[in-house]
């Protein structure tokens, strides 16, 4: 039967969805109530898990906050050669073109003999203490966990706010977090992406200074926004707006986005697409609240194979070696938990 059970970012608080039936149900207006599953390409339907149908339950879960220790896996050297001519495509049209960034992604598929899915996910919820953690499952659409750093939008009434994430960098023994020309830029681009979406259906935008943040074994750049809707919005627009943000897609949206489905070679699906509470009672009464994630950091899992899904954005600074080894990295963060 379908169910999702997740942990929001330096929670300790496990909630879940069990669902009475395995009926698909989809979005219509962003009015819904439930939980919800949502693809990278926005013009798909977005499923929704309906807490009027569901069993729902939340506790508190003390784990050991320790590291899943990385393992030993075989580079794939025909994905590392098709992955680099695509950033190479990729810098030749940056270059040519008014395209500025596209993200570019690749999966990589593991066998996985014998999967004990409680065991798992209790290694993601004690490794990535300050990422939303979540299993969810569908006998119809299949089965995804993820770990992700990035909030696509929180919401309460009117009031919400969002970030721009960009820039990655592995963790090592020192404080100091250098940020090159490349990755300054990017998430100035992400930044100013998300200000002028917003500019038309919201007011009062505040922009947080630029900081750097920690998830799991990598750092990223991140900008908090905040604004309050105007009266002729809603949550519908405001997703519109951002998903999907260059984050995961690029600049300008549109040529990004022709380029990464003429170019990446399969379907995204869920990847890079969004998923959490939607209209949930807030703490204020009467008021609703939503808390939306993109889903980074993720794989599905599928007749004893798992497939773990990378990317990185390319700008005309990027180094496609880099960039390979940044998907390396970032796919160590579900690898290690297998």
Known sequence: MPFVAYRKPNDTKVSALFME???LNYISNFEEKG?????????????????????????????????????????DN???????KIIEKALEKISGSA?????????????????????IYKKLLA??????????????????????????????????????????????????VVWESKELEEQQLVTSFIENQL????????????????AGSLWHLRTQVFGELKKVSNIEKLIRALHPTPAVCGL????????????????????????GELNFEGPKLGAKSSTLFVNLRCMSVQNNKATVYVGGGITKDSNASKEWEETVSKAKTMKRVL
């Open 35 to 75: 939980f919800v599953f949502a693809p990278f390409n926005s013009d798909e339907k977005s499923i929704v898990f309906l807490k009027e149908k569901a069993l729902y339950m939340s506790e508190e879960v003390l784990l050991d906050a320790r590291s899943a220790k990385d393992g030993f896996f075989k580079v």
């Open 252 to 275: 300008p949206r549109e040529i990004a986005h022709e380029f990464i489905s003429k170019n990446e070679g399969y379907n995204r699906r869920f990847y890079t697409g969004f998923l």
């Open 199 to 214: 500019e038309s259906i919201a007011v009062k935008l505040e922009i947080d200074k630029t900081e750097t943040v920690k």
């Open 21 to 23: 039936d395995a009926e």
């Open 99 to 119: 395209l500025k960034k596209v993200v570019l992604s690749r999966e990589e598929v593991l066998d996985i003999s014998h999967m004990d899915l409680v065991a």
């Open 127 to 176: 490794t990535y203490s300050n990422a939303f953690v979540y299993v969810w499952f569908h006998p119809k659409v299949g089965l995804w966990l993820g770990a992700t750093p990035e909030t696509l939008l929180n919401i309460e009434g009117t009031l919400f706010k969002t970030m721009s994430l960009a820039g990655t960098q592995v963790c090592v023994d020192t404080e100091t």
């Open 78 to 84: 025909a994905s590392k050669e098709r992955h680099l």
